[in-house]
């Protein structure tokens, strides 16, 4: 077994009109982006697939057009996270895996299922939901993470019912929504969402590296010690973890130059 685990840092997406010039070469074809990106990244979070299906032709494009190892994870489908009973999304969520996405093949990471920041945790209807999250489709194995924006999450009955189902909570670096930095699954799935359009690298330079070593952590089978935990009492096992991180949402003019600063740090 590996001493550690794989740590992938991405963005949001790959089609952003002030990357154009910054991080993509001037006059680029549009058409070119994905497969810039992939050069220069590990990971990408598509957020398409959030607001609506795509086609198994698409998947495929986007799988030939990327190096061996790299990753694509999903938004899944808000309209199977916005709802009011999540236990009745069985349908909702067979429709999301039917649209083709396994044309990705080794390229698909974990599905995020992100839900609004008014939904509450109602613990026996959330567990209704873990358990309709498949293990595989089409013999392709899964990785679930719920990214969920209501402090009524911040339970330890959140935490353990997470790792009862080996589904990860997202880790959000976020001004507004909770953290839970708690291990629930053998992945991690880091959102880096404070960063600024003006620092050339999205977070300052001692942010990124206190990520790096949060990464690292991780990866190796520890959990970092300045990250506050919902469940304390809880011991997660220690073993190597895929490590995801994301620079999203504040600072995305620069959000690939972090991913690029943070990824050097880590692969040292």
């Excluded at 006059?27 to 398409?48: D, F, H, M, T």
């Excluded at 009955?157 to 708690?182: G, K, S, W």
């Excluded at 330079?205 to 190796?220: V, Y």
């Excluded at 190597?240 to 995305?252: C, L, S």
Aim: with cysteine; proline share 7%.
């Amino acid at each position: 077994m590996a001493a550690e685990g794989t740590i992938r840092t991405g963005i949001g997406g790959w089609t952003f009109e002030p990357w154009e010039g910054s991080f993509y070469p001037e006059k680029l074809p549009k058409k070119r982006q994905l497969e810039y990106a992939a050069g220069k990244l590990k990971v990408i979070e598509v957020n398409g697939t959030y607001y609506g299906s795509q086609k198994p032709e698409t998947f495929a494009k986007w799988a030939s057009e990327v190096p061996e190892g790299f990753i694509f994870t999903l938004k899944a489908s808000r309209f199977t996270t916005n709802r009011k009973v999540l236990a009745e999304a069985g349908e909702s969520i067979d429709r999301f895996f039917a649209q083709g996405l396994t044309e990705l093949g080794p390229h698909l990471g974990p599905i995020l299922w992100q839900f609004a920041p008014t939904k509450k945790f109602e613990p026996e209807d959330f567990e209704a939901f873990l358990k309709l999250l498949p293990d595989n489709v089409d013999g392709l194995r899964l990785r679930h993470v719920v990214e969920v924006r209501h402090d009524s999450f911040k339970v330890p009955e959140f935490v353990q019912l997470l790792a009862r189902h080996n589904v990860a909570p997202v880790c959000a670096d976020h001004h507004e929504y909770p953290m839970i930095a708690d291990v629930t699954a053998d992945f991690v799935y880091a959102r880096l969402q404070t960063g600024s359009d003006d620092i050339p690298n999205c977070y300052a330079e001692a942010d990124l590296k206190a990520w790096a070593d949060r990464l690292e952590t991780w990866a190796s089978g520890g959990v970092p010690g300045d990250l506050p935990f919902v469940d304390g009492a809880r011991k997660p096992r220690q073993e190597p973890r895929d490590v995801f991180a994301f620079f999203i949402h504040e600072g995305k003019v620069n959000a690939p130059q972090g991913a690029m600063a943070l990824q050097g740090l880590v692969d040292g």
